[in-house]
């Protein structure tokens, strides 16, 4: 069975910078695709970043320059650099993996194996 196990997060200034990872256990191959979503209170989950075995990565508009994803195909890890974060990127981020597919895009449908979750929280 699939277990995805997050770490990172917590609580930051405006500004300041946070990083997440994300281990993928359980499975005898790598994931096509693994991903970052984050879900604000009274909002939908909505995709962050993302990034395929081969190293592509898409970013939501709002992000990109600011947070990084990369990944350690040895390690079955995702990590999520966050720079420069503002207020409303404060959130639940989840990760998220498949092994269908390769066009790791932000869709959150296209994910089946989902992280706990773990709490970003960005005061101004």
């Known amino acids: 069975q699939v277990q995805l196990v997050e770490s990172g997060g917590g609580s930051v200034q405006a500004g300041g910078s946070l990083r997440l990872s994300c281990a993928a256990f359980?499975?005898?191959?790598?994931?096509?695709?693994m991903g970052w979503f984050r879900q604000a209170p009274g909002k939908g989950r909505e995709g962050v970043a993302t990034i395929s075995s081969g190293g592509s990565t898409f970013y939501v508009d709002s992000v990109k320059g600011r947070f990084t994803i990369s990944q350690d195909n040895a390690k079955n890890t995702v990590y999520l650099q966050m720079d420069s974060l503002k207020p409303e990127d404060t959130a639940m981020y989840y990760c998220?993996?498949?092994?269908?597919?390769?066009?790791?895009?932000?869709?959150?449908?296209?994910?089946?194996?989902w992280g706990q979750g773990t709490q970003v929280t960005v005061s101004s």
């Open positions: 359980g499975h005898t191959y790598s994931p096509n695709c």
């Open positions: 998220a993996a498949t092994y269908e597919g390769s066009w790791c895009s932000l869709a959150v449908y296209e994910y089946n194996y």
